[in-house]
């Protein structure tokens, strides 16, 4: 069948599922749009390219399936960099498709060109420059196969304004095949058989869990592992909600803002399971201080990762959920009885070192006090939750209690302020009829606040929680610790009237600055219809603790007592 160039991509989402997109037009896909406007596909248009971007990532997390954004060439590619960047770093699903000028025209620095490809090289698992419109159905189909399978990731396909007009015979295909890229999903079975073995013989096991459990959807697997030979379960900030938070063996966060019970269970267990993590720099700390008494496991769908930063003993290539499958056959009739003391032990540390803060004044608000109570108010609807970057991030991890995956999405391996709000708004485009709530820092939602627009435009009714201390607080946290509390511009005073900016963009704002206000204000803004802002004015010197120095070993915690 004929098509033009911009058929063949609205033709490509139809046999992909693609319900909806994010982005922005430009002059280089005003033909694209033309067509998603004649074809009454769903687009979501944001305020910024940036926001177009976290908006898809923030809809792949929430779904699993492939977010899609559209941007125009030049500054519009380029504004989805930050955002292609944040999926790639945390294993995320995107498809960008960017217009290019006229291939003509390509080399010639016309008029909004940019080198995306080269640009985003080093960002994307592939990219993709159409050069031949018979090329096209076949790199869409490439795209698509490429995100969504081994470790997941963005790719991207750069569009040039001419070929979108061209004419070509459109024929999709029903499969692919990509010379040097055959992903491994079946562990090697000697690995797996040594990997049960070790798991038999340790009297101090330890589950370490990262993001790749949710992405494969391993989460029954690994906490029936965890139950069947007596595991504790230590989880990084992209794992979280792949184990329930109350489950009796799960020790949180690891690293350097980890709990107490994880960061020495790490330093004194015999045996580490590593599932789907990659030993990021946040939570091995100084590398030989790391589990120095450990065997190392490691299970992960990406060969690159295996002894990248910590050399393992028994490496697993595979996906993980078929991996653990794997291993808990081998382990149907295993003892279990030797690992008790020492799941008693990581009990014992968990219940004498929690998370600790004191709110003993109506007048000075604690911001963990407020995220408490953000859960507790709205922990029976089961919400997705989202957070900016910064230290309301590390908060939301210690005191918002996850019990599902795919219900907390935040930036990890990028850490990318600005993530949280547009992640929300692509969360609820996900799930229409699901509770949103976005958990923001008063410098990260400044960085994507125009999307206040976009909320409001969309009825997408996120709640928005502005943790506003008036300070980059993270900043302000590391040059009190580390540079003899020299606060140098990490002040935000010139910052809006939170409230007025929401109210201007149509939203309504609301606003807490005493504790025995907090819970009446978010029952009433769960009330509210549409999106709403609470602009929570919280103690500008709280510290997020414990914390680990850089460089230190991660048992060496300022505030872990």
């Known amino acids: ?56 990532d923030g809809y792949a997390r929430a779904t699993g399936k492939p977010g899609v954004v559209i941007a125009t060439s030049g500054p519009g590619a380029t504004n989805l960099v930050t955002g292609i960047a944040t999926a ?10 960017t217009g290019q000028v006229a291939r003509p025209n390509i080399g010639t620095d016309a008029f909004q060109e940019a080198d995306i490809t080269g640009i985003s090289l080093p960002i994307t698992k592939h990219n993709f420059l159409v050069k031949d419109i018979g090329e096209l159905p076949r790199m869409m189909k490439e795209a698509f196969h490429i995100a969504n399978t081994g470790r997941k990731g963005p790719v991207l396909i750069d569009l040039p304004k001419d ?72 989880t990084t900030l992209t794992g979280l909600g792949s184990v329930p938070h109350d489950y009796e063996l799960f020790l949180g966060m690891p690293g350097m803002h980890g709990t107490y019970a994880a960061n020495h269970a790490l330093n004194e267990c015999d045996l580490l399971v590593a599932v789907g993590t990659r030993f990021d720099d946040r939570v091995t700390g100084k590398l030989d201080t790391f589990v120095p008494r450990a065997k190392i496991i490691h299970i992960d769908i990406d060969p690159a990762e295996i002894s990248k930063n910590v050399v393992v003993d028994i490496p697993i290539v595979g996906d993980v959920r078929l991996t653990l499958e794997q291993i808990l056959k081998r382990l149907a009739n295993a003892e279990t009885d030797g690992t008790e003391e020492w799941c008693q032990m990581v009990r014992e540390w968990k219940a004498a070192h929690p998370f600790r803060y ?24 089961g919400p997705i939750l989202t957070t900016d970057v910064g230290q309301h991030q590390m908060w939301a991890a210690h005191y918002f209690r996850v019990n599902r995956p795919r219900k907390f999405i935040s930036s990890g391996g990028l850490g990318t302020m600005g993530f949280g709000f547009p992640a929300a ?9 699901e509770l949103v709530v976005c958990i923001a820092g008063d410098g990260s939602f400044q960085m994507n606040s125009q999307e206040l627009a976009t909320a409001v435009h969309y009825r997408l009714p996120v ?46 704002g609301l606003r807490v600055a005493s504790a025995d206000a907090v819970t009446p204000t978010i029952e009433r803004a769960l009330e509210m219809d549409g999106p709403v802002l609470i602009d929570f004015q919280v103690d500008p010197e709280e510290n997020v603790l414990p914390m680990v120095a850089p460089n230190t070993s991660i048992v060496e915690m300022i505030g872990g007592e």
């Not at 280089?28 to 305020?47: M, Q, S």
């Open 425 to 433: 708004l692509g969360a609820q485009v996900a799930h229409p009829d």
């Open 88 to 97: 790639y770093m945390d294993s995320v699903p995107l498809v960008a498709i």
């Open 1 to 56: 069948m004929k098509m033009t160039g911009a058929e063949m991509v609205l033709a490509a989402f139809e046999e992909e599922g693609v319900e909806v997109v994010f982005g922005f037009p430009g002059g280089a896909v005003l033909t694209l749009y033309d067509e998603i406007f004649k074809k009454g596909l769903r687009h979501i248009l944001t305020r910024h390219e940036q926001g177009a971007a976290h908006a898809a």
């Open 163 to 234: 070929l979108q007009v061209e004419q070509g015979d459109f024929v999709y295909p029903s499969k692919v095949e990509i010379p040097g890229y055959k992903p491994t999903y079946a562990g090697h079975p000697g690995q797996i058989s040594k990997a049960a073995q070790a798991i038999r013989r340790a009297s101090r096991p330890l589950l370490y869990t990262g993001g790749g459990v949710v992405s494969s959807g391993a989460q029954a697997e690994l906490l029936t592992l965890s139950q069947q030979a007596r595991i504790p379960i230590t």
């Open 358 to 381: 004191c709110q003993d004044s109506a007048e000075c608000l604690k911001p963990q006090f407020v995220i408490e109570e953000i859960y507790r108010v709205t922990r029976d609807k």
């Open 463 to 508: 709640k928005i929680a502005v943790i506003n201390n008036a300070y980059l607080g993270m900043v302000r946290q590391w040059q009190k610790y580390f540079y003899e509390g020299r606060y140098a511009h990490s002040s935000m005073a010139g910052s809006p009237d939170f409230v007025r900016l929401a109210e201007a963009y149509g939203a309504a």
